[in-house]
């Protein structure tokens, strides 16, 4: 939760402000903090619009020699408008992106502070990607613009981790993680042993079996390029856009965060890191 505040304290992290150059660097610095080799990727994106984005995907290694690798990954960057508020006045508004974007990472920040702590032998990469969420709708190719550049472009040579799991909008009160289309579709292992491990640690009901939707999200670019990727994305099939109400409005702020959600995610994925062998 901590690590959520503090990245909504800088400010909305829009590309090309300097609340995102400021985050950047802290998000570097906790990653080294937390015994983690950084490696910063730079890359000017452009978006559907044409603006030219300075993106960052900033990845922290554990066990870098290691061949087998569990990628973990989020979105860093903050959406630009608040396109999906029910006051028209907001929709140039950025978002504070408190569930989307810091809550992934914040609970990813979390992890590598674990994971430092624990000495482990295991090769583990935790990975935050920039310029996922300067998209429009009707056009999947504008979502996704980190993760599109850092699978074409390998930070170092050879780099492909064995399978990876991205956290999208996991901080939300009463959030529901059902089991998103496309990683049930590519990745159904991974999805099976992630489901039996949060199960297994007594949230079974905030990781449900149902089916959630098809979501174009940044694990897709991993998917096509052969790597077994999930999203745990809080998704409801039941309501009009799917995700949770303060999507994309000026209300994803530190009052849309539930500490709950965030620890049976984090707690899921730290228990899966461990019970593996
Ligand atoms: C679409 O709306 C097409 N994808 C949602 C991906 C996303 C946006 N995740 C967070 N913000
Ligand atoms: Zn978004």
Redesign the pocket.
Known sequence: YKYIEQQVNFGPRVPNTEAHRQCAKWLASELTRHGAIVHEQHAILKAFDGTKLNATNIIGQFNPEVENRLLLMA?WDC?PWADADPNPQNHTKPVDGAN?GASGVGVLLELARLIGLSQTDKGIDILFLDA??W?T?GD?ES?ALGARYFVNNPFKAGYVPTEAILL??VGGHNAIFRRELFSEHYAPTLVDKIWAVAAQSGYSNTFSNETGGA???DHIEFIKAGIPAIDIIEYNPYTETGFNPTWHTVGDNMSAIDRTSLKAVGQTVINYIFTQK
């Open positions: 979105h959406r989307d996922e969420d998209g709708e999947d979502w999208d909008m979501i174009t999200d």
